[in-house]
């Protein structure tokens, strides 16, 4: 589902992000991807849809050679991942059912399909009522959620977030957490960096910990492990 095979990353500017990461995760596991700020986090997560490219080794997601991709092949890697991200990156002139249909837009459903597939996904997300809003109109745990629903919309088999929780306060976090963790019993990969200390200690999944561009604990129902 997704492989790592000794992969590094240097940035540009001579920045190494990345030395040398090997991981498996397979399809169905939820995992935490944890570790000091700059450990190398963001670049893990990036590399799985190609958001940035590994200056060594080789990644494979969904049946994907991502080092060999196409630049056309693109889309069609990024619609079987779903994107969560700490500041939700929604179209602020969009409602929340249209940020939602923008995601199916682009690989040209039919209205009613479309429709049809932005009340599914809101629904899941428990915001049905509030198709018609404005992301200024919602509140940080509701933005975040249509965020989820956008990445839900094209039923991707993985969904990666990186630090979803990081501008909500703790009870709208467990909120986020817990509808993560529902995505995931039906089945669906989801891979999260956070900082969030107390969710990932109390929820015991498979935890990766990465410290100065490497893998250096990697426990199934692990515990948050850093003093902050
Ligand atoms: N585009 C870039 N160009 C140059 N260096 C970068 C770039 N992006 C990240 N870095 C550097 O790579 C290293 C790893 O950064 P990364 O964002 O992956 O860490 P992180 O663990 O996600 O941190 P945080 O928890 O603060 O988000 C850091 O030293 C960072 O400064």
Same mark, same amino acid.
């Given at each position: 589902m997704i492989e790592m095979q000794d992969v590094w990353k240097e940035y540009p !500017?001579? /920045?190494?992000?990345? !030395?040398g990461i090997s991981v498996h995760i397979q399809k169905g596991e939820f995992v935490y991807v944890v570790g000091p700020s700059g450990a190398g986090k963001s670049t893990f997560i990036k590399l799985m849809y190609r958001e940035v490219r590994p200056s060594k080794g080789h990644i494979f997601v969904n049946g994907f050679n991502i080092e060999r991709l196409k630049d056309r092949k693109i889309p069609l890697l990024r619609r079987s991942i779903g994107v969560v991200f700490q500041d939700f @990156?929604?179209? *602020? @002139?969009? /409602?929340a059912g249209e940020n939602v249909a923008f995601a199916l837009e682009v690989i040209g459903l039919g209205h009613r399909q479309i429709r049809r597939r932005v009340t599914d996904v809101l629904g899941q997300v428990g915001l049905e009522d509030k198709v018609d809003m404005l992301p200024s109109q919602l509140s940080g745990g509701e933005q975040q959620r249509v965020a989820v629903a956008r990445a839900l919309a094209n039923n991707p088999t993985v969904i990666i977030a990186d630090? *979803? /929780?990081? !501008?909500?306060d703790p009870d709208t976090s467990w909120d986020i957490m817990r509808l993560f963790q529902r995505i995931n019993d039906r089945g669906t990969t989801v891979v999260m960096a956070t900082h969030n200390r107390d969710i990932v200690n109390s929820m015991r999944r498979r935890v990766i910990a990465i410290e100065n561009g490497a893998i250096v604990r990697d426990e199934q129902k692990g515990l948050y492990g850093y003093d902050e």
């Open positions: !500017n001579g /920045t190494s992000a990345l !030395n @990156k929604l179209l *602020p @002139k969009l /409602t630090e *979803p /929780t990081g !501008n909500l």
